[in-house]
């Protein structure tokens, strides 16, 4: 079945600086990755998602890439703020195939330092 | 609109007993997930349903756990015999049909095992 590895597991930048989050997924049929943040207590909550037929997406601070070939995908954080602190999961899933259900990477405790 | 909905939001158990956690989506959606997220872990993919499909229980841990879906909508996580590695957050997750494949999810539920 398919697994997703992510790293790091912590992360901490100075408040201004770039924040990189990288995954890996192993089986080749998945096609939707999506980015959830969960801020501590609180429902993860989607930030930013990525199909199989693009290479990146953008949404202001937020970006997300992805390297088919390798099956490889990374989210980057421009001009990170405090409260862009918070766990990050990548997921990988094969929608297109008729399988939704979302495989999580284990996280990355991101700390945004003032 | 209401977002998804769980109950109870904590539910401590001794050891043995039989507990029900219950999910509501969000109205209309007709996919709905369970996931199961440790402390300091990942989130854990456990069952789905999708309309009239027979649901997907490939990542249900052992045969204490089951799952139903009522007309379609409520959705009730029964954990019989409850164990201390059972403790954890359960979530709930819901998606329209058509549109997206964004996950919405519920607040969870804290379940503590003595």
């Known amino acids: 079945g398919e697994n997703v590895e992510q790293h790091p597991s912590t992360l901490s930048v100075q408040e201004g600086d770039s924040a990189v989050i990288k995954c890996t997924y192993s089986?080749?049929?998945?096609?939707?990755f999506p980015w959830y943040k969960q801020e501590l207590g609180k429902r993860p909550q989607l930030i930013i998602d990525?199909?199989?037929?693009?290479g990146e997406k953008k949404d202001q601070r937020i970006a997300v890439t992805l390297n088919k070939t390798a099956k490889h995908f990374s989210l980057h954080i421009t001009e990170t703020q405090p409260e862009d602190s918070a766990v990050y999961f990548c997921?990988?899933?094969?929608?297109?195939?008729?399988?939704?259900?979302?495989?999580f990477g284990t996280g990355t405790r991101l700390k945004v330092l003032a | 609109g209401a977002g998804v909905s769980q109950s109870p939001s904590n539910k401590v158990t001794e050891k043995g007993k039989d507990v029900e956690l219950r999910c509501d989506p969000i109205s209309g959606h007709t996919a709905l997930y369970w996931y199961r997220q440790s402390l300091g872990q990942g989130l854990e993919f456990l069952i789905y349903?999708?309309?009239?499909?027979?649901?997907?229980k490939s990542g249900l841990p052992s045969d204490r756990f089951s799952a139903e879906r009522t007309g379609g909508s409520v959705s009730t996580l029964t954990i019989q015999r409850t164990q201390q590695e059972d403790s954890a957050v359960y979530l709930c997750?819901?998606?329209?049909?058509?549109?997206?494949?964004?996950?919405?999810f519920g607040p969870g539920t804290r379940l503590t095992v003595t």
């Open positions: 997921a990988a899933s094969d929608p297109m195939g008729g399988t939704y259900k979302y495989i």
């Open positions: 349903f999708q309309g009239n499909s027979a649901p997907d």
């Open positions: 997750a819901s998606s329209p049909e058509w549109g997206g494949y964004e996950q919405y």
């Open positions: 089986d080749s049929a998945s096609n939707y």
């Open positions: 990525i199909r199989s037929n693009v």
